[in-house]
């Protein structure tokens, strides 16, 4: 957070170079959340970024110190509300590889079709909005009219469109739609038929393309040095697909490319995520007509209790690592508890990246990070 | 590098470190003036251990403790956790950031929330929570929320 004093600089004083400190944020359109970035400029060039976290800090980390394992999975639906099923799958898989609860085999699949949908339905919005801060406002509308068939599927799944808590540990809730099959077969046959449109839309942009090619270049050793993780990584030719390397769920069963891409610039992330979205419509297709039948959630005691020990379970978020790690005394509630947010590392970053372009590419850099702030301050 | 491998090496540069292998990676207890060291050789070769993806510490009320969740971008499946324990009186320990940069971030939310102090970092002030909170309270007692023993001054519910 940001001391109130030094938000009123007086801008009149310049400094010895030329120096000048602006406040982007924490109410900035392009920030897409309360990010405060202090940023400090030589005319148009960035010289310094400073992120100042913290207003939306809810201390999550200390309220689930309170929390049952079972009550505990629902505060992280608000953490990245963008893929919490995908979070709920972390704290699941977490409880149940520290209790070795089975998971039945229809859980485990839907389970991986509902995380694809979701990480489509992320990309998609980050498309839109992406589009949006660099000044076409059209694609926002084509992207939602996708993602709004996702939503409509979460929420004929289980009642609600963002914060799902659909994931509990053993498998499932409840049962999924009867109409799950055909709708998310429906959307298969649309998202196919439409992606074109704006992609076509976008990638071949002059625009777009001349905004985003070159700009905010990551290297490969930056990208593992400051921990970076999901497309960001991905587009800088690390190959860090949580999906490959440890997998969880059905991913071991089903055949996805890992999409990488060597340029690490903004335009880069966005290829990525596109490709990303067309793989995830690949393992979808793979599933939704295989889905066993049979129980949906195993056999679970109505009161978990965690072995003492410390755990930790990595999922691949629409963002990039997701970490769980949990320290357990062996009672009901996590000792200690900590989530390795993907865009916690990846924000560190943007200093490094955006220092020494023009204040303009800043959009483009911020953009492509794919920040998602409840995620960053937990 | 397998467990038995990895020890092997380990012990070569650090002769008191403990390990214990209860858990689904290998666990390294080192004393904490011989991390930065470790850590150094850790991420040189032939480990490579550059992928610093998790950095966290957690509050035993009788100590601080540290942990370091490792992993080599070359090779995937190798994850170590280093651990080391601290005074909970007067946490100091050496920064990881010009070996790992993520961990400028990552120290600094362990700087707030638990108080441990990380020698030559760059830029060692907080991060999430308000400086002006921390001028408020008695500084004796710190104002570090993810101790065990925090109170809040203004909104504390207690179960």
Not at chain 1, 13 to 40: F, K, R, S
Not at chain 1, 187 to 200: A, C, H, L, S
Not at chain 2, 46 to 65: G, K
Request: negative net charge.
């Amino acid at each position: 957070m940001y001391n109130q004093t030094e938000i009123i600089k007086d801008t009149t004083d310049l400094g010895p170079d030329g120096e000048l400190v602006i406040n982007m944020g924490p109410q900035h359109p392009a920030t897409h959340g309360v990010l405060h970035l202090v940023v400090t400029l030589n005319g148009e060039t960035i010289k310094k970024i400073e992120p100042h976290l913290g207003y939306i800090h809810r201390s999550i980390e200390k309220m689930c110190e309170r929390l049952s394992y079972r009550q505990f999975i629902y505060v992280t639906s608000r953490m990245d509300y963008l893929s919490s099923h995908i979070n709920n799958t972390a704290c699941a898989l977490l409880i149940e590889k520290g209790m070795q609860i089975e998971v039945p085999e229809r859980a485990k699949v839907v389970r991986t079709i509902l995380n694809e949908l979701t990480r489509i339905a992320s990309h998609e919005l980050w498309i839109g909005a992406m589009a949006m801060d660099l000044g076409a406002f059209t694609p926002f509308f084509y992207a939602f009219r996708e993602r709004e068939m996702i939503t409509d599927i979460m929420e004929d799944t289980c009642g609600a469109r963002l914060t799902m808590n659909y994931i509990v540990p053993g498998g499932l809730m409840y049962d999924i739609h009867p109409n799950f099959q055909t709708k998310v077969k429906a959307f298969v046959k649309q998202f196919k038929e439409k992606v074109t449109e704006y992609e076509d839309l976008v990638t071949g942009n002059i625009i777009f393309q001349s905004r985003t090619k070159g700009v905010g270049v990551l290297t490969a050793e930056d990208a593992i040095s400051y921990g970076c993780s999901g497309p960001v990584a991905r587009a800088s030719g690390v190959s860090c697909d949580m999906r490959k390397i440890a997998p969880y769920d059905a991913y071991d069963r089903v055949e996805f490319d890992e999409v990488i891409e060597t340029a690490g610039d903004s335009f880069a992330r966005y290829i990525v995520r596109v490709k990303e979205m067309n793989q995830s419509i690949r393992i979808i297709e793979q599933l939704i007509d295989n889905i066993p039948e049979g129980e949906f959630v195993g056999k679970t005691k109505n009161v978990l209790k965690l072995n003492k020990g410390e755990f930790y379970q990595r999922v691949e978020t629409a963002r990039g690592e997701f970490g769980v790690f949990i320290v357990s005394e062996g009672g009901t509630t996590p000792y200690r508890i900590k989530f390795r947010s993907p865009g916690f590392s990846n924000l560190s970053v943007l200093n490094h990246i955006a220092k020494g372009s023009k204040i303009g590419d800043l959009m483009a850099t911020m953009g492509t990070l794919d920040l998602v702030i409840p995620d960053i301050d937990r | 590098m397998t467990n038995e491998a990895i020890k092997e090496y380990i012990t070569q540069h650090a002769p008191d470190a403990t390990y214990d292998e209860t858990g689904e990676w290998l666990n390294i207890v080192v004393e904490s003036n011989q991390l930065k060291p470790l850590a150094a050789v850790l991420h040189g070769q032939p480990m490579q251990m550059d992928f610093l993806f998790c950095l966290t510490c957690v509050d035993y009320t009788t100590h601080l403790t540290m942990v370091y969740h490792f992993t080599a971008t070359k090779d995937r499946s190798m994850n170590i956790v280093i651990k080391t324990n601290l005074d909970r009186a007067n946490p100091i320990i050496e920064t990881l950031c010009d070996i790992w940069r993520t961990a400028e971030f990552h120290e600094r939310e362990v700087f707030e929330m638990f108080g441990v102090t990380f020698l030559h970092h760059p830029d060692l002030r907080n991060l999430i929570l308000e400086e002006e909170t921390a001028i408020a309270v008695d500084k004796t007692k710190g104002y570090w929320p993810l101790r065990k023993d925090f109170e809040d001054p203004i909104n504390m519910i207690k179960l």
